[in-house]
């Protein structure tokens, strides 16, 4: 008998149950058909699950499967029990993960059809990269037969790996730091993926950490992971003891070269002992322990590893009023002053009224601003100036990187194509030396750059000509051998949720400030980042310009700067307090 077409919504208060979570992503190797997402002990159960019930429809089929996705990672998947054994044989739940904002609507459209709209806000990809976007409209298709006399889900969408809103995600995933190296400082830089919050955890990243580098990162980063080193054993088991988590690898000399080795145990510690309930981290080469020269094993701290954190604490700002560069106290809600006896030593510029986009060296020997007409770079060092009027037009604010050289961009005179120039610190005079980013089209302008603590990666905000808007990238810079930065990387998209971009600063390493607008945004906003993680918008600041970030051990502190100058800094929960006025906000390093 056919049934009458019908509608039906998920209940948004329906009792759900969240049980193991191995944390194993489909990485590598990887994923087949029917490969298990379970590799070690479940979690307790916390909720209820309803299995596929006697005589359910079409409708109610699809419903209680989109509802029942929250369990995938459960030796009992309830989910399974919705699909034809073929199709739950086949179904990898962590190929594409769906994440929708409002309840999906499931309408039965006859002829063993089911239609499913959801509005989708972002996805995690197999390798645990979460992309938020802006929200929009998704349809798919699920098709049903009957299997002994019972509706059963037959086919859906090839992509199909998990439905779940947001919160789903937040309860079930975790998000976690993935660790590369710096070519040529010694430091980690993090990147953000998520992965299934349970007892596979430590496998799920290090599986991951032995992936190769992400293509837009390569050539500006480099891992120890080689091709062909890979677990040895299913698992990454964590002592309960100890609390020490075993690594065992194989194939690869990883142990007779004790560069690759250090590097290589100093990424798995490093991501690892950040993991809940992991104190300690052992590598294996073929089951015995990598034991490298002065370094014990297990690790069980971070410190004891040859490469560090970028940590920045700057301690003063500096307020451009006028031609005066005045320097305030970053800690102070107000921005005051600096004593008269703390500054009596410090030796800076006056600026002209002619130059703008003023930028500092970290140690504030070194100055730099462009006309206002965009023609020229203006340089101070230790009381000498020199002005390059020869390198483009339409030039950005510069930006500056950790080795002390300025960035800037801007248009060749004779094509009027984009460009991106570095300039060295070391010789006032230095030319400015073109970066090639043969990425760039010749329909897009670069609006501002910014430069990654680390001195790694690149923040590019681009006005595309005929979209009428404003986009941030971020690309990996590629260094020679002493350091000098050659060309950037593919890049890839950041914040792809905001319509509009004004600036994007860098806070830390991982992290972010931007100015911009979300769909159904009045008016541009300030916004911070977590590269990787979800966007968050600080509170409404009318005529808002731009937002820095002062980088403090204890987090990153926003500073906004108004169309009429008025300075601000975050007040309450979601408020601006007024505190100053100034032309510009000057963070030195940045």
Known sequence: MMRRPMVTALAAGAVLALTACSGQLPTTPAPEPGLPVVVQTEREVDRFLSEAQPGDGPAEIVSGFLRANVGFAGNNDVARSFLTTDLASRWVPTSDVLIYDQTPTVTESGGGSVEVQVEVVGRIDAQGRLTEQTPREANRTFTLTEVEGERRISSFPEDFGLWLSRAEVERSFQATNLYYLNTQRGYFVPEVRWFADGEG??????????????????????????????????????????????????????????????????????????????????????????????????????????????????????????????????????????????????????????????????????????????????????????????????????????????????????????????????????VARPVEADWLRDDERVESLSVSPDGSRLLVVLHEEDEERNRVVLSGIIRDAAGEPLGL????????????????????????VLVGQRSGDPAPRAFSLRLGEWINPYGELLGLTDVVAVPRRTGAEAIAQTEDGGIYTPEGEAGWGSVRNADEVVVPGS
């Open 489 to 512: 990387t593919a890049p890839a998209s950041v914040a792809p949720n905001l319509v509009d971009v004004t600036t994007a600063h860098w806070a830390g390493t991982g992290d972010v």
């Open 201 to 430: 955890l430590p496998t799920a990243v290090t599986r991951a950490q032995l992936a190769p580098l992400p293509e837009h990162l390569v050539g500006a980063l480099r891992t120890a992971a080689t091709d062909g080193l890979r677990l040895a054993t299913p698992a990454v088991p964590v002592s309960s003891d100890s609390l020490v988590a075993t690594v065992n690898l194989q194939g690869s000399t990883v142990a007779q070269d004790d560069t690759i080795a250090e590097e290589l145990q100093s990424q798995l510690a490093h991501s690892l002992l950040a993991l809940p309930g992991v104190a300690g981290v052992e590598v294996q080469v073929a089951g015995q322990p990598l034991q490298l020269p002065g370094q014990e094993s297990p690790i069980r701290a971070t410190t004891e590893l040859p490469f560090t954190d970028v940590e920045r604490d700057v301690d003063l700002v500096l307020l451009r009023v006028g031609e005066e560069l005045v320097p305030v106290d970053p800690t102070q809600y107000a921005l005051r002053n600096l004593p008269e006896e703390e500054v009596a030593d410090l030796d800076l510029p006056q600026v002209e009224l002619g130059w703008t986009g003023v930028a500092a060296t970290a140690d504030l020997g070194d100055v730099a601003a462009v006309s206002e007409d965009g023609l020229a770079l203006w340089r101070w060092q230790d009381g000498d100036t020199h002005t390059n009027e020869g390198i483009g037009d339409a030039l950005t604010d510069p930006a500056v990187d950790a080795q002390g050289a300025f960035w800037l961009a801007g248009v060749h005179r004779s094509s009027g194509t984009p460009r991106i120039w570095s300039v060295d610190r070391e010789d006032l005079e230095a």
